[in-house]
């Protein structure tokens, strides 16, 4: 049988703006479409509500109650962005999810049973996992969408059992279903006030054809809901590519400190979305409203992927820091892609290496530190030229595997240090053979030698090309292009000091460089 759970957070705008800006928690919080005295209340808190101030009241009305009530304006921002917090709170739980009006979700709990010790304890997570985003929920569980959300309207925790639909429909009140005007435009809840009916078992008992008569196609809708007869589907959504977190500002900030301040709270949020669906940050968009309704984006590289605020609020400050805005920013918008974390398996025979997580938030303030583009690994270049290397994003290289039947030798293998950029020497010579060699920190007599082997490429960059497409017969080459090509005589020395080097001899300019030492 389908069990569907409805995730839902009472005063959602209230709740949205609470989570945007949390010192508003503790203050008298009510929304209205205007500050002026005569507008009246979209929504109060409930701290609010316990003081009998009510939505639909004036300001004025209201603040006679109360003169500590703060009247602030609606964010569909802020409301946008705890809405995408709650699917994500409740798709770390169940990959079936249904976004429903602002502040209220379904998941479908088939084959969580496998995971959690019955319908309670999956109800229990998923109110620790939206608590963790800033909001309180309740929820519902019953057998379809529409007794689920009626569960969760009830408040706290509600589980329908199967079979005991009725029973829960029987008693509920009319004035929970927040009953609109029908297709005549009549108030649906005061004409059946006027019937005498007040709870849904009572709605039940009545005929549809007659209802649907006198209310039209929403009565009989709600006559089918009173007797458990409407079973709406669950339309998963698609999973979010992007997250984000917006906020709009009370005024204008024109320094990057008060800037930090702000993302830093967005990025804590967006973090802790990203763990709960086990994913991390990757690259991070900007993008600023500005006052005179301009507009500012940027997109910030980040080396790898983690969780640690810190180190991406630092690469967002060095980046702002060498391009700030212009103008004051009013709003702020962040967009992280999300990546999968690079898992990593313990060998038992190799020691053990750093947990990928605290590998990647390592690079990542290293990046903050020295930029982006100068962190990473080195590899080789597709060239000719020894030396040529590219810095490419640091992904070490997993072990070989070990061959059967391998017998460990003990024997130990050089390395070789390479110097880079090759260190210029002085090398004496006899009959063409290097004898004793000097350097910076370095000089002694040659003991031991292996070599020359010879090393050329690039030479053809030297060639023109003419306009039928054929080498230029004529051997003259271009001094410019004639730089790009080598040719070096490479020898591997034992010195007296001890040390293993290779050196090499560059043909052009008949000079020695220092290429590498053995360790």
Same mark, same amino acid.
């Given at each position: 049988?389908?069990?569907?759970?409805?995730?839902?957070?009472?005063?959602f705008s209230?709740?949205?703006?609470? =989570?945007?800006?949390?010192?508003l928690?503790?203050?008298?919080l009510?929304? $209205?479409?205007?500050?002026?005295?005569?507008?009246?209340?979209?929504?109060?808190?409930?701290?609010?509500?316990? +003081?009998?101030i009510?939505?639909? %009241?004036?300001?004025?009305?209201?603040?006679?109650?109360?003169?500590?009530?703060?009247?602030?304006?609606?964010?569909?921002?802020?409301?946008?962005?705890?809405?995408?917090?709650?699917l994500?709170?409740? &798709?770390?739980?169940?990959?079936?999810?249904?976004?429903?009006?602002? @502040?209220?979700?379904?998941?479908?709990?088939?084959?969580?049973?496998?995971?959690?010790?019955?319908?309670?304890?999956?109800?229990?997570?998923?109110?620790?996992?939206?608590?963790?985003?800033? %909001?309180?929920?309740?929820a519902?569980?019953?057998?379809?969408?529409?007794?689920?959300?009626l569960a969760?309207?009830?408040g706290?925790?509600?589980?329908?059992?199967?079979?005991?639909?009725? &029973?829960?429909?029987?008693?509920?009140?009319?004035?929970?279903?927040?009953?609109g005007?029908?297709?005549?435009?009549?108030d649906?809840?005061?004409?059946?006030?006027?019937?005498?009916?007040?709870?849904?078992?009572?709605?039940?008992?009545?005929?549809?054809?007659?209802?649907?008569?006198?209310? @039209?196609?929403?009565?009989? /809708?709600?006559?089918?809901l009173? =007797?458990g007869?409407i079973?709406?589907?669950?339309?998963?959504?698609?999973?979010?590519?992007?997250?984000?977190?917006?906020?709009?500002?009370?005024?204008?900030?024109?320094?990057?400190?008060?800037?930090g301040?702000?993302?830093?709270?967005?990025?804590?949020?967006?973090a802790?979305?990203?763990?709960?669906?086990?994913?991390?940050?990757?690259?991070?968009?900007l993008?600023?409203?500005?006052?005179?309704?301009?507009?500012?984006? =940027?997109r910030?590289?980040?080396?790898?992927?983690?969780?640690?605020?810190?180190?991406?609020?630092?690469?967002?400050?060095?980046?702002?820091?060498?391009?700030?805005?212009?103008y004051?920013? /009013?709003?702020?918008?962040?967009?992280?892609?999300?990546?999968?974390p690079?898992?990593?398996?313990?060998?038992?025979?190799?020691?053990?290496?750093?947990?990928?997580?605290? +590998?990647?938030?390592?690079?990542?303030?290293l990046?903050?530190?020295?930029?982006?583009?100068?962190?990473?690994?080195?590899?080789?270049?597709?060239s000719?030229?020894?030396?040529?290397?590219?810095?490419?994003?640091?992904a070490?290289?997993?072990?070989p595997?070990?061959?059967?039947?391998a017998?460990?030798?003990?024997?130990?293998?050089?390395?070789?240090?390479?110097?880079?950029?090759?260190?210029?020497?002085?090398?004496?010579?006899?009959? /063409?053979?290097?004898?004793f060699?000097? $350097?910076?920190?370095l000089?002694?007599?040659?003991i031991?030698?292996?070599?020359?082997?010879?090393?050329?490429?690039?030479?053809?960059l030297?060639?023109?090309?003419?306009?039928?497409?054929?080498?230029?017969?004529?051997?003259?080459?271009?001094?410019?292009?004639?730089?790009?090509?080598?040719?070096r005589?490479?020898?591997?020395?034992?010195?007296e000091?001890?040390?293993?080097?290779?050196?090499?001899?560059?043909?052009?300019s008949?000079?020695?460089?220092?290429?590498?030492?053995?360790?």
């Open positions: 049988m389908a069990r569907i759970a409805c995730i839902m957070v009472a005063d209230i709740a949205a703006l609470v =989570r945007s800006n949390p010192a928690g503790a203050a008298l009510a929304i $209205g479409p205007s500050l002026a005295p005569h507008a009246e209340l979209d929504a109060v808190a409930p701290r609010v509500r316990e +003081l009998g009510r939505p639909g %009241m004036t300001i004025a009305q209201a603040r006679a109650i109360s003169s500590d009530l703060a009247v602030v304006h609606r964010s569909p921002a802020a409301e946008s962005s705890a809405h995408s917090a709650l994500d709170a409740v &798709e770390s739980v169940s990959p079936v999810v249904e976004s429903g009006a602002p @502040g209220c979700v379904w998941l479908d709990l088939a084959g969580l049973h496998r995971i959690y010790n019955g319908e309670a304890e999956i109800t229990a997570e998923l109110t620790r996992c939206v608590r963790r985003v800033g %909001m309180e929920p309740a519902g569980v019953a057998a379809n969408k529409e007794l689920a959300h969760a309207r009830c706290g925790v509600r589980v329908i059992e199967a079979g005991r639909e009725r &029973e829960f429909l029987n008693w509920l009140p009319l004035d929970m279903l927040d009953l005007k029908s297709d005549r435009g009549d649906l809840e005061t004409t059946l006030s006027r019937w005498g009916m007040r709870r849904l078992g009572e709605l039940a008992r009545l005929d549809p054809d007659a209802v649907g008569t006198r209310l @039209g196609r929403r009565g009989v /809708e709600l006559v089918r009173a =007797r007869g079973h709406a589907p669950l339309v998963p959504r698609r999973r979010a590519e992007f997250f984000v977190e917006t906020v709009e500002l009370e005024y204008g900030i024109e320094n990057l400190e008060p800037l301040f702000v993302m830093r709270a967005m990025l804590e949020r967006l802790e979305r990203l763990s709960m669906r086990a994913l991390v940050a990757g690259d991070v968009t993008a600023f409203g500005m006052s005179g309704h301009r507009s500012f984006s =940027r910030v590289a980040v080396a790898a992927p983690s969780n640690d605020v810190r180190a991406i609020l630092t690469l967002i400050n060095l980046s702002l820091e060498a391009a700030p805005p212009e004051g920013v /009013e709003s702020i918008r962040i967009e992280i892609a999300p990546r999968v690079r898992p990593a398996q313990t060998d038992m025979f190799l020691p053990p290496c750093p947990a990928p997580d605290k +590998l990647q938030t390592t690079i990542a303030r990046a903050a530190l020295c930029g982006p583009g100068n962190v990473g690994m080195l590899s080789a270049e597709n000719h030229r020894p030396e040529a290397m590219r810095l490419d994003p640091f070490p290289h997993p072990a595997p070990i061959p059967e039947n017998v460990a030798k003990n024997v130990t293998q050089l390395v070789i240090r390479a110097i880079r950029p090759a260190r210029e020497i002085e090398v004496m010579c006899s009959r /063409e053979i290097p004898e060699v000097r $350097g910076e920190n000089g002694a007599r040659v031991s030698i292996a070599g020359p082997w010879r090393r050329d490429g690039e030479w053809w030297g060639f023109t090309v003419d306009t039928d497409m054929h080498a230029d017969s004529s051997d003259e080459k271009d001094p410019a292009a004639q730089e790009c090509g080598f040719i005589d490479y020898y591997e020395l034992a010195l000091d001890g040390g293993v080097y290779r050196i090499f001899r560059d043909l052009n008949d000079k020695w460089f220092l290429d590498g030492a053995y360790d």
